[in-house]
């Protein structure tokens, strides 16, 4: 098995409130899928965050294929491992559906041709080709979720980690999701889901669970 996320002795405190996390081991496997639990405050997000470089630890260590995140910088982390905020608008600003796409390699003034062809790629394989030029702010939930992941996919990252992913989606929302999940495992990516859904972890039964309670991740 290849290791993806290797997380050793890590604990970590918030500069103001008294919510401490501490992740004593955690292995998350490359090319499968893993679930992270618990109840609303125990810690996931601040485990996401953590082991996407958002946030440091105070002490222990974070490896992703190998290299200790301390040695990285956000964005180096960012390539290898994408994560998908609780509420993806956060993460959307650029205006249209196109520009957000675009956006980064725009910044970089990177080969035109290659990222429109891989933008156009991506979004009609989660169903957005039509909605190019439509403004953000006049997409669904479940729009705004597959283009927020679409603009994550655009980095390449061989690692993804969604932040409670079916909060707000309906039913059909929630099946184009799962099936995505699907699609992404059988390209060889590794994914981390938080959830405390029961349709999804029974969607995905015989996942590892990683359960945090408490500010305590366990097996
Ligand atoms: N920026 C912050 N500063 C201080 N405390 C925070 C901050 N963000 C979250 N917390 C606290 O940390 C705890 C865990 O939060 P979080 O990781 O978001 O939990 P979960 O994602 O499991 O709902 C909660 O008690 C929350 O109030
Ligand atoms: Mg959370």
Not at 61 to 67: A, L, N, T, Y
Request: glycine fraction near 12%; aromatic fraction near 6%; charge should be neutral.
């Amino acid at each position: 098995m290849t290791v993806a996320i290797s997380v050793t002795d890590l604990v970590f405190g918030y500069q103001k409130g008294n919510f401490t996390l501490s992740c004593p081991h955690l292995r998350l496997e490359q090319g499968k899928l893993s679930l992270i639990t618990g109840a609303n405050g125990s810690g996931k997000t601040t485990l996401a965050k953590l082991i996407c470089g958002i946030l440091r630890p105070s002490g222990g260590s974070v490896q992703i294929f190998g290299q200790a995140t301390s040695e990285l910088s956000l964005g180096e982390i960012g390539r290898q491992v994408g994560y998908l905020f609780q509420d993806p608008s956060r993460q959307l600003f650029a205006g249209t559906v196109w520009k957000e796409m675009t956006f980064v390699d725009h910044l970089l003034e990177s080969e035109q041709g290659t990222s429109t062809k891989k933008a156009q790629d991506l979004l009609d394989r989660f169903g957005l080709g039509e909605l190019k030029s439509r403004s953000i702010y006049f997409l669904s939930g479940g729009e705004k979720q597959r283009l927020a992941l679409c603009t994550i996919l655009m980095g390449e990252p061989r690692f993804l980690i969604l932040d409670e992913p079916t909060v707000g989606l309906d039913k059909q929302n929630r099946v184009i999701l799962y099936d995505i999940l699907d699609d992404l495992l059988r390209e060889g990516r590794g994914i981390a889901v938080i959830t405390h859904e029961n349709e999804l972890i029974e969607r995905f039964a015989g996942a590892p669970q990683i359960k945090v309670e408490r500010g305590q991740v366990s097996l």
